[in-house]
């Protein structure tokens, strides 16, 4: 039986759904390009399906919807076919999934001493792990951040786009009103291409002196450009 057939029969027999699978979007290998982990290997799982508000610049939207109902098996099998210990979990929002299967692909990586990285929105709650990087990305949609403020404690690291002073103001506002300290912020440069994520490295090298902020480039997009790469 297919890992979507045991989907259905289970949704059919007890109204939920199975715990050892996870609609998935993608499984790649890859360098992260972001964040505290720019410029390591990793093996990318990206879960489908995210949460509104959707983002209006949204550069994975081919997640909200589609893919496919896969087990905890076979994304293991994909995983250890790429000779890489590190593991990103992405989406779309993952943690949508987390009762559904998510947690258990969680344990069975932890348990084979994976390192595993989220990258998340903080649009939904985050269960509390001690052996993953949490790495929130707060989204300002319509002039306020969409953010649960319970999954403060359980953030590792909050990263953030952007492109000039008004983008500087709302972290600030943001930072300010969460306490948030500086050895747990990361400033990446806004570009959805290449000339623009050179244009606003200035101004945001400048902002994370002056904060003591974490500064990270988005290396898929100077490698590839307005491209989508690997
Ligand atoms: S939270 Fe992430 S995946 Fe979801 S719409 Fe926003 S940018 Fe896209």
Redesign the pocket.
């Known amino acids: 039986m297919s890992d979507k057939d045991t989907w259905n029969r289970n949704m059919k027999t007890t109204g939920k759904p199975s715990a050892n699978i996870v609609l998935i979007s993608e499984i790649f290998f890859s360098l992260q390009g972001e964040g505290p982990w720019a410029g390591l290997p990793a093996v990318f799982v990206r879960l489908g399906g ?1 949460v509104e508000p ?2 209006p610049w ?1 550069d ?2 081919y ?1 909200w919807s589609g893919g496919e109902r896969t087990g905890t098996a076979r994304i293991l099998e994909t995983v250890r076919s790429h000779s890489c210990r590190r593991v990103v979990i992405t ?3 993952p943690f949508l999934q987390w009762d559904s299967g998510l947690k258990g692909l969680h344990r069975a990586l932890a348990s084979q001493e994976y390192e595993i990285q989220y990258e998340t ?1 903080g ?1 939904v709650i985050i269960p509390s792990m001690p052996d993953a990087l949490v790495v929130c990305s707060p ?1 300002h949609i319509g002039g306020a951040w969409c953010f649960k403020e319970d999954n403060l404690g359980v953030v590792d690291v909050f990263k953030f786009v952007a492109g000039g002073t008004d983008w500087f103001e709302r972290i600030d506002e943001f930072i300010a009103r969460y306490g948030i300290g500086p050895e747990k912020v990361c400033i990446m440069p806004l570009g959805a291409t290449r000339n623009e994520q050179i244009r606003n490295t200035e101004p945001v090298f400048t902002y994370c002196r002056q904060r003591g902020y974490r500064m990270s480039p988005r290396l898929q997009i100077l490698a590839f450009d307005a491209g989508r790469g690997i």
Do not use: M, R, V
Request: aromatic residues 0%.
């Open positions: 995210c959707l983002c949204c994975t939207a997640a989406g779309g929002e929105s649009k989204k």
